[in-house]
């Protein structure tokens, strides 16, 4: 067996996750991208723009690599600037964010070893020193988290579900199975909540 090597294998999860998260975003209009579904205002576009923010200072400022992006989300003035978009923010711009903080990460990824070591400037001095690698799988995991709220939030939206883009690793069903599934697993949440 062929191993790969670790970067390879950590980079690919994250490329998966990146991409599926912008997918979520095809085929909707403006107000769909930005509206918020939940009590707590998630909205595709403004996962897009945290997760940007995110990759930009888990990969630049934690290993001293400076990108030039103003960060939204240390905005003192704009309480959770990173996760929605402002009106005059156009969702070309922010997927253009997201651009360039692939670029910037798989560049750090690429020209620092795992085992470089970072200061997390955000968090405590004693509890702030990581290593690359520990960056790849935190940045990875928290890519996929949002991706997951994406995925809700855009089934929320038009029903529209799935894994990524050619897989959206769901069983194959039509609306009539679905609805049927879902009266089934209601009626277990009622039966057990009878006990």
Known sequence: MTRLDPKADFHLYLQEAREALLWKLDGLGEYDVRRPLVPTGTNLLGLVKHVASAELGSFGDTFGRPHGEPLPEFDPDEPNADMWAKADETREQIIGLYHRAWAHSDATIAELPLDAIGHVPW????????????????????????????????????????????????????????????????????????R
């Open 123 to 194: 968090w405590p001095a004693e509890e702030n020193e990581v290593t690359l690698h520990h960056m790849v799988v935190r940045m990875t995991a928290e890519t996929h988290r949002h991706a997951g709220q994406a995925d809700i939030v855009r089934e929320l939206i038009d029903g529209a579900a799935g894994m990524q883009d050619g897989n959206d690793n769901l069983p194959e069903g039509d609306q009539d199975w679905w609805a049927n599934y879902r009266s089934q697993v209601e009626r277990a949440a009622q039966e057990a909540s009878r």
